[in-house]
Structures are given as C-alpha cells and as structure tokens.
C-alpha cells in the first residue's frame, strides 16, 4: 500500500487527500441533512398518518439514492469527475434553498433567540397563476408572496 501511495507525486497526494476530505465533508453534510429533513417532516406532520408520510419520505429519499448512482457511471465517464461533484453540491444546495424559499414564502418564520413560538407556514396546495404573483420582502426581510 506504501508503495502504491508512493508512486503519485507530492502535488497528486496533496490533491487526493483533499478529495476525499471533500468527500467526506459532503457525505456528512448529506447524512445530517436527511436526519434534520426527517426530524422536521416528524415535527411538521400533525396527523394521525405522520408515519405513513414519513416512510413515503424515506422511501422517497432512498429511490433518489438509487437513481443518483445509476446516474453517476455515465456521467463520470462523460465529464471530469471534479464538474459532476461540483454539479451534485449546487444542485444538493439548490434544493436546500428551495425548502427554505417554500416555507418563508408560506408564512413560516425562524426560531428566535428569545424563546418564541417557531411558526410553520402552510404548504397545502392552492393553485395560483404565477403570473400574477408578486414577491417581496417586507420590513422583517422575510418573503412575502401577493396573489
């Protein structure tokens, strides 16, 4: 194994080590993401089928799994390894901010330091034509939407 680590230079080691920091990094971001989406699902659903809806989430979040790594392969072998990586953190990113966006959007509001209430906002289903939608922030910087 020495022998094997010995024969990349020191510039190639160097980067090596960083991938797989970086590798790690990601997959620990990725593992505590799943949990806070889960605890927060848990915390969310208010009704008797919580855990119906949280295995569906679950199961949803692991059929993901699959289809990324069968969709990996083919994109490795078409594109450098570093721009799929790069691709697979902004979209992770992305989709983060688009949880956030939802729920603001919605009427829902960060915890405070002084002790309140976290406020939910509503994601029920109602149809709206975009539009004629407005978005903006108001005094307390939350997004407020205007149908």
Do not use: H
Not at 3 to 15: A, I, K, Q
Not at 46 to 57: E, M, Q, R, V
Not at 66 to 89: E, H, M, Y
Request: proline share 5%.
């Amino acid at each position: 194994m020495a022998s094997y680590w010995n024969s990349f230079t020191p510039r190639e080691r160097r980067n090596i080590a960083i991938y797989i920091g970086g590798i790690m990094l990601y997959k620990l971001g990725l593992e505590s993401f799943n949990g806070s989406i889960v605890t927060l699902a848990t915390d969310r659903f208010k009704a008797a089928n919580t855990f119906s809806k949280l295995g569906a989430l679950t199961g949803l979040n692991q059929a993901m799994q699959v289809v990324g790594s069968i969709l990996i392969a083919p994109l490795v072998k078409k594109f450098p390894t570093r721009s799929v990586l790069a691709s697979a953190i902004l979209v992770f990113g992305l989709i983060t901010t688009l949880f956030l966006i939802i729920d603001a959007a919605t009427g829902g509001k960060p915890k405070v330091s002084n002790g309140d209430k976290l406020k939910y906002g509503s994601w029920e289903y109602v149809p709206l034509n975009p539009k004629k939608m407005t978005f903006f922030i108001d005094s307390e910087f939350r997004v407020v939407c205007q149908p």
